[in-house]
C-alpha cells in the first residue's frame, strides 16, 4: 500500500529554515544544524536514512525548494535526495509557474500548477508505478519545504509525519505551522539520537 509521508527537520522552535532561506543560502542562517543527522554516523541516524530514501516512490516538494535544490550551489552527485542510498525517485513539484529549464536534467520532474492535492496524486501514481516495476510497497515523500508539507496536512493528505528535531533553537526562520484546524496525531515512535530526535506520527483521517 503506497502511503503519503512528509518528512521533515525542523528546529525546537518550529523553524525548517534558519532566518534569510534564500536561493543562494537555502537553510537560512544556521540552518544546516537541522540537518546534522543526515550527515551522522550514528547507526540509528543512518538506518532512518536509509529507511527513508528506501520506501520514496516519489518525492513531493514545493517550488522555493525545488529553486535550491535545482540551484547552481544545490543537488550534485554527493549531496541529494538519498545520494549515496538508493536510486533516484520520481520528483513532483507544486508550483504557479514551471521553470524554463532545468539543470539537474537527469532527474524525474513533474510541474503541477493546480495545488498539493493533484501533486500528491500525480507522486502516488508515479509510486505505485515504480512500486509495481520493483515489486514492493513504494510511498510518497513530502519533502518540503514547510508551507507544502503544511498544506498537505492541511488538505487531509497525510497518513504519516516524520519530524527530525534538531537539539538547535533558530529564533527566526520558515516555520513548519502558521495556524490551521487543530489536529491530534497519534504517536507511532520517537528515536531519540544526538543530533536529532527521530518523531513519527500517524495522521488520523
Known sequence: MTRIIADISVSLDGFVTGPDPGPDNGLGTGGEALHAWAFSDD???RRILSEGTARSGAVVLGRHLFDVVDGPDG??????YGAGEVGRPAFVVVTSSPPESVRLADLDWTFVTTGPTDAV?????????AASAGGKDLDVVLMGGGATVASALEAGLLDTLALHLAPVVLGAGTPLFTGGAPRTLVRRSVVPTPTATHLTYDVPR
Open 43 to 45: 547507526p540509528d541516524d
Open 75 to 80: 543537488w550534485d552527485d554527493t549531496v541529494g
Open 121 to 129: 496524486a500525480a507522486a502516488r501514481e508515479r509510486a505505485e508505478a
